[in-house]
């Protein structure tokens, strides 16, 4: 029998509920986020009227074209940005989402910044690590300069840092993927105290892990929504 939404939403919340139990945590400081890449209107309508009230955007093109639930109550708190941003594109997303999870450069933080600024606004935003060690594809600021780049971007008007975001090693083993999640955690935590709120790590094949080390937001897409022809 195909599983719909709320089947699957009720499996994660499963296996939130057991990974927090397991670490000795609460269920309540788990953020759960449906990342809709490639996902049609009527099943995001769907997470939502599961309970899902975080979603996320990969892209900018389709984070501005997308419909939106309709007739959205005030408990949908958040739509994220958790795709890599581009400068250019920055103007059609600062002001547009409650979290950009994304910044990985000074520049691109000041451009945030900037654009936050011309609308009256503070834009809140995670810095993204790099996670995997070599790559030369993946997005991220390095782990050796994060703290560094942390206490610059603290000096830019306009912004306000949150956290941190990490996705783990592509294809790892288990103890790799945990071992990342760690040094995330130990990164996040030698944060200033007001940019020690988010720590977003962990998808759909690994949050249960990202849960064990210290994740507060977990992004999941497949375990949501299942598979999406991308």
Known sequence: ?????????????????????????????????????????????????AGVDNFAENYVQEALSRERPVNLPDRLQMWHMIGHLQRNKVRYVTGKFALIHSVDSRLLAAEIGRCALVA???????????????????????????????????????????????????????????????????????LPEPARQVLSMGMSADFAVAIHEGATHIRVGTALFGPRNL
């Open 120 to 190: 009256n606004g503070v834009q809140d935003i995670l810095l993204q690590v790099k996670l995997e060690n070599g790559s030369e594809t993946k997005f991220g600021v390095a782990p050796d300069d994060v703290l560094d780049l942390a206490e610059a971007i603290a000096q830019i008007d306009g912004i306000q840092l949150k956290g941190l975001m990490g996705i783990a090693p592509m294809s790892a083993q288990a103890a790799v993927i945990r071992s990342a999640f760690a040094s995330l955690y130990n990164l996040y935590s030698r």
């Open 1 to 49: 029998m195909t599983q719909t939404v709320i089947d699957r939403y009720r499996s994660i919340q499963a296996e939130i509920e057991s990974a927090c139990a397991a670490s000795g945590r609460k269920t309540s400081d788990i953020t759960l986020i449906g990342v809709a890449k490639g996902v049609a209107p009527q099943l995001v309508n769907e997470a939502y009227e």
